[in-house]
């Protein structure tokens, strides 16, 4: 069964502040996804990562993928208030990708204090 | 293009009541999946749905849930016999085909059992 860790699952830092949030999965996968999700509302599609190497940057939001390693890395450079959200990593349950729906980690709540 | 609809986003039911939860996926979409998030918690896959076709429904309980993708209309996640423990949000993506291109998530149905 596929698991995929998150952590730290709470995480409060100050403005200006660089911090990463890592996602380790159990088994192979091709694809790894990171969603931020605001209090009440749905799931904002911030990466998706392909490949083994991948690198992605929005912002002040970088994702990274070793797949060899089973993890993904967010970093966040410089954070303001409004990346305060909870951040979701998820992986294709199925070894290869395909189209059988993701398996998520339990989130991480980020706040970020003025 | 409206993206993925939820209706309703919220929905209160009495214990032994039905639930019915509709998800009109992204226009030209033909995969759908549901999912659960129960408070504090990560997305749990429920199932996965192609146009009048089911292709994975091992996240989805047993007894008293069902999912359809009718050839016209939304898709229907049905509770029959709600009880406390199925108080939850559930969500539902749509994709084109697979996840290569990511999953676009709707805004939810937030059900209370009451």
């Known amino acids: 069964e596929l698991k995929v860790e998150q952590n730290p699952l709470f995480l409060s830092m100050q403005e200006g502040k660089n911090y990463t949030i890592y996602c380790n999965y159990s088994?192979?996968?091709?694809?790894l996804y990171w969603y931020r999700q605001d209090p009440g509302k749905s799931l904002e599609s911030l990466f998706v990562?392909?490949?083994?190497?991948a690198v992605k940057q929005e912002g002040r939001l970088m994702a990274s993928l070793d797949t060899k390693a089973r993890l993904s890395t967010l970093h966040i450079t410089a954070a303001v208030h409004d990346l305060s959200a909870t951040y979701f990593c998820?992986?294709?349950?199925?070894?290869?990708?395909?189209?059988?729906?993701?398996?998520f980690g339990k989130g991480t709540h980020l706040i970020i204090q003025p | 293009n409206a993206g993925v609809m939820q209706n309703p986003r919220h929905l209160v039911r009495r214990r032994g009541q039905e639930a019915r939860l509709r998800c009109s996926p992204v226009?030209?979409?033909?995969?759908v999946y549901w999912y659960r998030q129960l408070p504090e918690e990560g997305l749990k896959f429920m199932v996965y749905l192609q146009k009048e076709n089911i292709i994975d429904e091992s996240g989805m309980p047993k007894e008293r849930f069902s999912a359809e993708f009718p050839k016209e209309g939304p898709s229907i996640l049905r509770i029959q016999q709600v009880v406390r423990g199925d108080s939850a949000a559930y969500f539902c993506?749509?994709?084109?085909?697979?996840?290569?291109?990511?999953?676009?998530f709707g805004s939810g149905t937030r059900l209370t059992v009451v």
């Open positions: 088994t192979t996968s091709d694809r």
């Open positions: 998820a992986v294709d349950s199925k070894p290869g990708g395909g189209a059988d729906g993701l398996t």
């Open positions: 226009k030209g979409h033909s995969h």
């Open positions: 993506a749509s994709s084109p085909s697979g996840g290569f291109y990511g999953y676009t």
């Open positions: 990562l392909l490949s083994n190497g």
